[in-house]
Nanobody
């Protein structure tokens, strides 16, 4: 089992920045991929960014150049800059192990003036 604890969400003005964190804990389970998805009201859940064990990264087109995903052991970070109102959503941490996938509870990010 893997437990995920997210932090860093909140209210930010357009053009501002935010850094999300997600700490994974479990009994020595290898985490192959860590990442972030988001779910905005009235929209489908969508991938934001992922990072693999070799630090290979993937970004959704609309956050590319504005966001950076990074990883330190079992903690994954998402630095988001130049935030837009369209980035408002619940951001959920995601972890893929050899046998299963896990999701965090989600943290709300609201971009508004």
């Amino acid at each position: 089992q893997v437990q995920l604890v997210e932090s860093g969400g909140g209210l930010v003005q357009p053009g501002g920045s935010l850094k999300l964190s997600c700490a994974a804990s479990g009994s020595g389970v290898r985490l192959y991929v860590m990442g972030w998805y988001r779910h905005a009201t009235g929209k489908e859940r969508e991938l934001v960014a992922t990072i693999g064990q070799g630090d290979s990264t993937m970004y959704a087109d609309d956050v590319k150049g504005r966001s950076t995903i990074s990883r330190a052991k079992d903690i994954v970070y998402l630095q988001m800059n130049s935030l837009k109102s369209e980035d408002t959503a619940v951001y959920s941490c995601y972890v893929l192990t050899l046998l299963d996938e896990y999701w965090g509870q989600g943290t709300q990010v609201t971009v508004s003036s």
